[in-house]
T-cell receptor
Framework: DAGITQSPRHKVTETGTPVTLRCHQT?????MYWYRQDPGHGLRLIHY???????DKGEVSDGYSVSRSKTEDFLLTLESATSSQTSVYFC????????????FGSGTRLTVV | GENVEQHPSTLSVQEGDSAVIKCTYS??????FPWYKQELGKGPQLIID?????GEKKDQRIAVTLNKTAKHFSLHITETQPEDSAVYFC???????????FGSGTRLQVQP
């Protein structure tokens, strides 16, 4: 997707290891979001950011942390990966918050074995 | 917080028929209702949205209706084509909250 890149696209990791996913944007948008997508659950919010060093928790934040030291980068860290965190992770950006459309990245498929 | 219910979870139609996907929301303060289309292996893409001061919005073969009293909104796709096959998500948000709440998704299959 233009202006937003997620890395890696795929990752397999072992239970108990830390994992960091990266979201990079070139749009200079203020708002950035991390969602996870699981069958039957749609997209559930993990964490979001409304500016550099301003972050907040979403509905499924346990076991995850985030950092945003620059406008363009929003990092999601699984502190100690568990099998329940096997999922597809999407980053999204928004120019003006939740009352405007998001642009999503292409996703990261994470498998915890 | 907000809760968004989406039905049906799967929908199969014949090419040329219409498809309707329905969502309900719980928070009467919600005032923005977007719909996203997700193709296989890709991120969701915004296809249409509606705000609470509008009852209906149309864009070519796609329309969205909103009933604030009943707290439900629907996506209508007319003259469906095979390329409409995808997963569709509704979402809701409103003043004071910083992120969209999504429904669980509808997998639409258009049979040629």
């Amino acid at each position: 997707d233009a202006g937003i890149t997620q890395s890696p696209r795929h990752k397999v990791t072992e239970t108990g290891t830390p994992v960091t996913l990266r979201c990079h944007q070139t749009e200079n948008h203020r708002y950035m979001y991390w969602y996870r997508q699981d069958p039957g659950h749609g997209l559930r919010l993990i964490h979001y950011s409304y500016g550099v060093k301003d972050t907040d928790k979403g509905e499924v934040s346990d076991g995850y942390s985030v950092s945003r030291s620059k406008t363009e980068d929003f990092l999601l860290t699984l502190e100690s990966a568990t099998s329940s965190q096997t999922s597809v992770y999407f980053c999204a950006i928004s120019e003006a918050g939740d009352s405007y459309g998001y642009t999503f990245g292409s996703g990261t498929r994470l498998t915890v074995v | 917080g907000e809760n968004v219910e989406q039905h049906p979870s799967t929908l199969s139609v014949q090419e040329g028929d219409s498809a309707v996907i329905k969502c309900t929301y719980s928070d009467s303060a919600s005032n923005y209702f977007p719909w996203y289309k997700q193709e296989l292996g890709k991120g969701p893409q915004l296809i249409i949205d509606i705000r609470s001061n509008v009852g209906e919005k149309k864009d070519q073969r796609i329309a969205v209706t909103l009933n604030k009293t009943a707290k439900h909104f629907s996506l209508h796709i007319t003259e469906t084509q095979p390329e409409d096959s995808a997963v569709y998500f509704c979402a809701a948000s409103g003043t004071g909250r910083r992120a969209l709440t999504f429904g669980s998704g509808t997998r639409l299959q258009v049979q040629p």
